[in-house]
């Protein structure tokens, strides 16, 4: 069992390490913050408000180091979340473990890296290159570790984060099933002769995938046997895997946190018991390892005891249930049977649209828009109540929680020094290393990365020898950017279709063409998502839903800074900002944008959404902000309702 | 209407713009676009304080209309193409992103379509993104009276629209220089050109020449169905979707280039009398056509004008035609 953990620097992270081992754990999960996930270092624009957030921040061959310092890694099992900089962090990896004392080489080295960039484009956002390089530099690294790092899981493909972007298990199973295809096709391609059955079966071996398990469990675990089937296939067919073990479906889960409530929280832990059965009631398709979230998850960060609570549920389920003393309890079921093959059916059909659009990789567009429509539904049904989120719409009436009322102690907060340090610590490494042996390393990076031709060299290499000389996470990235060009993916929403028509849209849609007239031109909204979080389901459907009521809308995607969304609102003539921030650096970034947007010139009012503690609520309001959108807030009619009279009363009739 | 601050809301926004602030942008589009019956007389003093007339001859600024098929690399292209022209002397660029996609349920979604990577700093770039259809002529009148304006303050303003045929045209009545954008391997504008359908650009450019042969191969086919069309003045031009983009000094100078040939001041006072027919035509129709004696008579009348007026000015002259033959009528 392992703790998901980061901390602030890679000098505490360490330490939390080493106490955790000491207590017996056995492998490091490594968690890193937004801008080491996608490629900045600390003193960038960008990283503003994010260093050392959501995990901890490694820029270099010291700061890994640094992390590892007195961990034997030749005995170490390390997962690392780590996805489009995966080829650079396992790189400061292999470079750590050679500078450890005694050395350990690369082919002992064991572990993960989750490298799955697909589901960053679609659904979590923490992308750095074009999906065509992104994909060539999967392959390098897969095709790297088969010979070098033998032990190393290179690759976890993710069905998981397209759940949470809405997907249905067609979808999911299709879209993982689709993004698995390109990279091994990718690595196929990249090994040329070497791909032979015996190394593909090994390739094919070392790839695992993380799903996701929603409420509706009975269906959930049909999916689950849907994807083994479907791999096996694959395995067989496409690549000509035929040893068994390599061909198993190897998953591990963390159960939906999209049907998490912030309204009665507590019923949240039945719907995370339900949803672990969904993972283990049969044998033929059970989880691996299995990460349940915390009852109050949609309410900030979950404390130990939150923590706590979610593992006596396994435990109950693994000790005290006879739920893993039956051999496979559905095999014979017809209704299991008949579920099974149509949830195949349907993702056969979607794979082959994928394949009709060239693959995963050129299919990002249509699948993102399809996911952005498929949870704009799941919004309308629960809107419209056809869908049922008892606490939320319906049997709405509660009782005082005696659980609610202490949660306050849930929100971890990291000192906002640390930021400061560590971009003095990383403008220090710079001045102190050899600049002359980075800046012929990086040129190196660059000339392979340049080359598009059949017998380019394995991008690791140039990789592995930039860490080495003591390039930054940012240079690195920097670097292979202005070879594969920045980039912004699709956002989905253009594509997403009117919504159908009923009392509440058509009367919010008088409203905005009242409103129009009051105006002389129709209400202009920007949506803004600041910073490096790429969480951006809120935000998309805010802008479908403006646009729905009649609203003209600017929504460029994610990550921007604050001085970009002040000028577009400056440029663009809107009449009203909503911010969407999830990452937890909303008191960092969203005053930022209302200073950038003051010193604009705009007066116009800003709304805020995403995870928002209560007690954070007050300084926002204080800084500016109009009003303050939480998760609890799922009714998306009532909060553009709110909008248009905010615009109506701040904006008066012109004069 | 009542009051002087009022009549010169309009008129102070156009001798800013006139006096090269590039500032005045924002209020000036927010004006523009504004159907309130003040806002339309405020916007009419604008664009006569930047009239030929009053600026003392045809506004300073380029411009240069973009177009082309969706995925052909215009945003890539665009973002290059304004950094390029930054650099290269150019002091202000304005782009109008003008979303041709017909509104589903009155909004729009803009923005997500050209995603221009750019300087927020930058104080010489303007970008406004609009949707097109919400009055009659949209695309053409709203965005052809934008550029006007801010082509008195920006040295550039690009007007980009996505779409072959039906946009080219319009954006044609607005621009001095038509762009259009061919991704290699796409036949369309080929097919466009062979068949006549497309008014001849001033300028093609064939973006991702990374992709090698087929890249190439694209451009020798749109220079063979030019000559066939006896044109042999349109360049084509290769440009990578990748950096440092060395084929961006001869599309400016091919912009420049085309931008000399032309005779800009009849140029665009035909595009101004052209306008202010489409606009009068959308006002009051056919019937108010025929009351004035029909497109000819009314053409006529248009080239009787000094070619210096503003649009406005011109439509204005077509409306008081109308009003004299509705008193003369019996």
Known sequence: MRTYAGHSTAEASNELYRRNLEKGQTGLSVAFDLPTQTGYDADDELSRGEVGKVGVPIAHRGDMEALMKGIPLGEMNTSMTINATAAWLLALYIVAAESQNPPTPQQQLQGTTQNDIMKEFLARGTYAFPPGPSMRLIADMIAYTVEHVPKWNPINICSYHLQEAGATPEQEIAYSMSNAIAVLDAVKERL????????????????????????????????????????????????????????????????????????????????????????????????????????????????????????????????????????????????????????????????????EHGGAVQAVDYMKAALVESHRERIRRIEAG????????????????????????????????????????????????????????????????????????????????????????????????????????????GEASAAVPGPELQQLREQVSALQEALGRRPKILVGKPGLDGHSNGAEQIAVRARDIGFDVVYSGIRLTPSQIAKSALDEGVHVIGLSILSGSHLELIPAVIDALSEAGV???????????DQDVPALMQAGVAAVYTPKDFDLSKIMGEIVTLVKERAGAPA | MTGSTRTSRGAE??????????????????????????????????????SPAKLGGEAKGHIIGVTGPPGAGKSTLLSALIRHLRESGYESVAVLAVDPSSRRSGGALLGDRVRIDFDPSDKGLFIRSTAAGERLGGLARGTRVAAQALAAAFDVVVIETVGVGQAETEIADAADTVVVVVQPGSGDVLQFIKSGVMEIPDVLVVTKADMGDIALRTTRDLNAALRSTGNRDTPVIRVSSL???????????????????????????????????????????????????????????????????????MESALTAALRRSIKDAP
């Open chain 1, 603 to 613: 007066e116009v009012p800003v709304v805020v959404g995403g995870i928002i503690p």
């Open chain 2, 243 to 313: 950096p440092p983009y060395p084929e961006f000094d001869a599309l400016v100078q091919a912009l420049e280039q085309s931008r000399i040939r032309k005779d800009l001041a009849s140029h665009r006072s035909h595009l101004r009398r052209q306008g202010a027919l489409a606009d009068f035509i959308a006002e009051h129709g056919i019937a108010g056509l025929r009351a004035i004696g029909g497109r000819r008579e009314a053409e006529r009348l248009l080239g009787s004008l000094s070619p210096g007026l503003g649009e406005g000015e």
């Open chain 1, 192 to 355: 040329g002769d070497r791909a032979d059955a015996s190394t593909m079966g090994k390739v094919f071996g070392r790839i695992s995938f993380f799903v996701n398990a929603g409420v509706r469990f009975i269906e959930e675990h049909a999916k689950l046997r849907a994807m083994s089937i479907l791999w096996e296939e694959l395995g067989r067919q496409r690549y000509g895997v035929s040893d068994e073990k390599q061909l198993r479906f190897r998953y591990g889960v963390q159960v939906n946190s999209l049907g998490l409530t912030e309204a009665q929280p507590e019923n949240n832990v039945q719907r995370i018991v339900l949803e672990a059965l969904a993972v283990t009631l049969g044998r033929n398709a059970r989880a691996r390892a299995i990460q349940l979230p915390a009852w109050n998850e949609a309410l900030g960060l979950p404390r130990p005891f939150d923590q706590q609570w979610s593992l006596r549920i396994q435990q109950v389920l693994a000790y005290e249930t006879d739920i893993l003393d039956y051999p496979d309890i559905f095999e014979g079921s017809k209704v299991m049977d008949g579920l099974v093959s149509q949830l195949l059916e349907k993702a056969r059909s979607e794979m082959a649209v994928v394949a």
């Open chain 1, 386 to 493: 056809e869908q049922v989120v008892v606490g939320q719409n319906r049997f709405t009436e509660t009782e005082p929680s005696p659980l609610t009322q202490d949660a306050e102690g849930g929100i971890l907060v990291v000192d906002p020094a640390v930021e400061a340090e560590q971009i003095e610590a990383v403008r220090r490494w710079r001045s102190e290393r050899d600049q002359a042996a980075v800046d012929a390393a990086l040129a190196e990076l660059s000339r392979v990365a340049t080359d598009e031709s059949p017998q380019r060299e394995n991008l690791m290499v140039p990789t592995i020898a930039a860490a080495r000389a003591g390039a930054t996470t940012g240079e690195w990235a920097a670097a292979l950017r202005s070879v594969f060009q920045s980039y912004r993916a699709p956002t989905g929403v």
């Open chain 2, 13 to 50: 926004l156009g001798a800013r713009l006139r006096e090269g602030d590039l500032t005045a942008a924002a209020a000036t589009l927010n004006l523009l676009e504004s159907t309130a019956p003040s806002d339309v007389q405020q916007a009419a003093y604008l664009l006569s304080e930047v």
